[in-house]
């Protein structure tokens, strides 16, 4: 039995190294069912579950493993990540200490640590362990990209920006265009470039004013982005237009959007503000304004509860629906939700309070929201492109920060110099959003 177990053990490591992970898995499963305590076969089904979202089976499977096999580094970090994932920070950290204790000389520990300590607000010791995993594997795509958030988010932009590109090497989405010729920073004058969006709402929205400073270098700029975002850009400031997946007109060179930081040398103390940059739809708008109508003096509040699902931090910059009942239970002013997409499935189980009009249901798109927004006097939302939207238009707003904020807000201040008219309410501890909230609500007019 023992040699049985070793043989399927074996051939099990060699599907997986010939790149079969479905035989492979099925193998470690026959080696689960001969040996229901054997370690490596419940790592490797529980990381596998882990990968795919499985995430009860997964905590199970890693539990399990680690159990048996209390020395396994492997699962120790497995079932780190999963936890951490699951906002149980401090479980979390006592299985990677552990595993530092027991594997100081492996890589990928030091890379997990990182982002545990890049998501607990730590980006300093973040740096130090990203930098302890490329000094004993300086190959590592994902702690070459971590070492370039942390120093991002410290405001070593120079140094950060020169290492942005390793983003590249750990997304699931190649670059667009890599047929036309990459703008590489030289002079723009009298090109054709083509400025294309490749990441959220919220990091087009922020960047898009850095294409100013190429078309007053005499670029002729093309713009693409989603369609959803298209209506935003429509005046023209910014450049022609064209929605992803449509037909380019013919350009010289093309840069992703989010390169251009780094091209133009931005630095903390000189981001540019042109002023607000975007503006809402002038029949929109009036016709929002007879839909908002002000009750009094009383001030009229907008406010989110979620960003994008699909983001890989949302677990920790969302703060959910139920965290921010507390201002909603204020009779001092009128309350709009302006929630849309994903976020308002929470509604199912936290109906809003009657004192809510619920505006999420009937916009219609980024061009509705940009609409409403001149008619509220602040709008309260987590971290994501409603929160950039409302910046862009000059538009008052207080944003909740999660200790794993984007490098863009760097550290401890209330404002931005990306948006004079946003207000940051950090988290002091990650997941702490009643204390966040607390201090919004002690904020507010009483």
Same mark, same amino acid.
């Given at each position: 039995?023992?040699?049985?177990?070793?043989?399927?053990?074996?051939?099990?490591?060699?599907?997986?190294?010939?790149?079969?992970?479905?035989?492979?898995?099925?193998?470690?499963?026959?080696?689960?069912?001969?040996?229901?305590?054997?370690?490596?076969?419940?790592?490797?089904?529980?990381?596998?579950?882990?990968?795919?979202?499985?995430?009860?089976?997964?905590?199970?499977?890693?539990?399990?493993? &680690?159990?048996?096999?209390? %020395?396994?580094?492997?699962?120790?970090?497995?079932?780190?990540?999963?936890?951490?994932?699951?906002?149980?920070?401090?479980? %979390?950290?006592?299985?990677?200490?552990?595993?530092?204790?027991?594997?100081?000389?492996?890589?990928?520990?030091?890379?997990?640590?990182?982002?545990?300590?890049?998501?607990?607000?730590?980006?300093?010791?973040?740096?130090?362990?990203?930098?302890?995993?490329?000094?004993?594997?300086?190959?590592?795509?994902?702690?070459?990209?971590?070492?370039?958030? %942390?120093?991002?988010?410290?405001?070593?932009?120079?140094?950060?920006?020169?290492?942005?590109?390793?983003?590249?090497?750990?997304?699931?989405?190649?670059?667009?265009?890599?047929?036309?010729?990459?703008?590489?920073?030289?002079?723009?004058?009298?090109?054709?470039?083509?400025?294309?969006?490749?990441?959220?709402?919220?990091?087009?929205?922020?960047?898009?004013?850095?294409?100013? @400073?190429?078309?007053?270098?005499?670029?002729?700029?093309?713009?693409?982005?989603?369609?959803?975002?298209?209506?935003?850009? %429509?005046?023209?400031?910014?450049?022609?237009?064209?929605?992803?997946?449509?037909?380019?007109?013919?350009?010289?060179?093309? &840069?992703?959007?989010?390169?251009?930081?780094?091209?133009?040398?931005?630095?903390?103390?000189?981001?540019?503000?042109?002023?607000?940059?975007?503006?809402?739809?002038?029949?929109? @708008?009036?016709?929002?304004?007879?839909?908002?109508?002000?009750?009094?003096?009383?001030?009229?509040?907008?406010?989110?509860?979620?960003?994008?699902?699909?983001?890989?931090?949302?677990?920790?910059?969302?703060?959910?629906?139920?965290?921010?009942?507390?201002?909603?239970?204020?009779?001092?002013?009128?309350?709009?939700?302006?929630?849309?997409? @994903?976020?308002?499935?929470?509604?199912?189980?936290?109906?809003?309070?009657?004192?809510?009009?619920?505006?999420?249901?009937?916009?219609?798109?980024?061009?509705?929201?940009?609409?409403?927004?001149?008619?509220?006097?602040?709008?309260?939302?987590?971290?994501?492109?409603?929160?950039?939207?409302?910046?862009?238009?000059?538009?008052?707003?207080?944003?909740?920060?999660?200790?794993?904020?984007?490098?863009?807000?760097?550290?401890?201040?209330?404002?931005?110099?990306?948006?004079?008219?946003?207000?940051?309410?950090?988290?002091?501890?990650?997941?702490?959003?009643?204390?966040?909230?607390?201090?919004?609500?002690?904020?507010?007019?009483?």
């Amino acid at each position: 039995m023992v040699s049985d177990i070793a043989d399927l053990a074996a051939a099990a490591r060699a599907a997986m190294a010939r790149g079969e992970k479905g035989a492979a898995l099925a193998l470690w499963q026959q080696v689960l069912m001969a040996d229901p305590d054997h370690a490596v076969a419940l790592l490797a089904l529980g990381d596998a579950a882990r990968q795919a979202g499985e995430a009860g089976t997964a905590r199970a499977l890693l539990v399990r493993a &680690v159990t048996a096999a209390p %020395a396994l580094v492997p699962a120790r970090c497995a079932l780190a990540n999963l936890l951490l994932h699951q906002g149980e920070v401090d479980a %979390a950290a006592s299985h990677l200490a552990v595993a530092a204790e027991l594997g100081s000389g492996i890589a990928y520990v030091w890379r997990d640590i990182g982002l545990l300590r890049r998501v607990t607000g730590d980006p300093a010791g973040a740096l130090a362990a990203f930098e302890r995993c490329l000094d004993l594997a300086p190959g590592d795509s994902a702690a070459s990209l971590g070492r370039s958030l %942390a120093l991002l988010r410290l405001g070593r932009w120079r140094e950060g920006f020169a290492l942005y590109g390793h983003r590249w090497s750990v997304s699931l989405r190649p670059p667009r265009h890599p047929h036309i010729r990459p703008w590489q920073g030289e002079d723009p004058a009298g090109k054709h470039i083509l400025v294309w969006d490749e990441q959220g709402a919220g990091d087009t929205i922020m960047c898009v004013r850095l294409v100013r @400073s190429l078309m007053a270098a005499g670029a002729q700029i093309v713009l693409e982005v989603p369609p959803a975002l298209a209506p935003l850009f %429509a005046d023209g400031k910014h450049g022609t237009v064209v929605e992803r997946g449509g037909a380019l007109p013919p350009v010289d060179l093309a &840069v992703p959007l989010l390169d251009l930081p780094g091209l133009l040398g931005l630095e903390p103390t000189g981001i540019p503000w042109p002023g607000p940059y975007l503006t809402p739809d002038p029949v929109r @708008s009036a016709d929002w304004a007879k839909r908002l109508v002000r009750q009094g003096s009383r001030p009229r509040i907008g406010f989110s509860w979620a960003g994008n699902p699909a983001h890989p931090g949302d677990v920790w910059r969302t703060p959910g629906l139920m965290a921010l009942r507390p201002l909603l239970e204020r009779t001092g002013a009128d309350w709009y939700a302006i929630q849309v997409d @994903s976020g308002r499935a929470q509604l199912c189980d936290l109906p809003l309070p009657p004192t809510v009009t619920d505006l999420g249901a009937v916009i219609d798109g980024w061009a509705d929201t940009a609409a409403i927004l001149p008619h509220l006097d602040l709008l309260i939302t987590p971290d994501s492109a409603l929160a950039h939207l409302a910046g862009a238009m000059g538009r008052p707003v207080w944003t909740m920060i999660a200790t794993d904020t984007d490098w863009r807000w760097l550290e401890g201040a209330v404002k931005t110099a990306w948006y004079p008219s946003m207000r940051l309410f950090r988290q002091q501890r990650c997941g702490d959003w009643a204390g966040v909230v607390a201090r919004v609500a002690a904020a507010l007019p009483a």
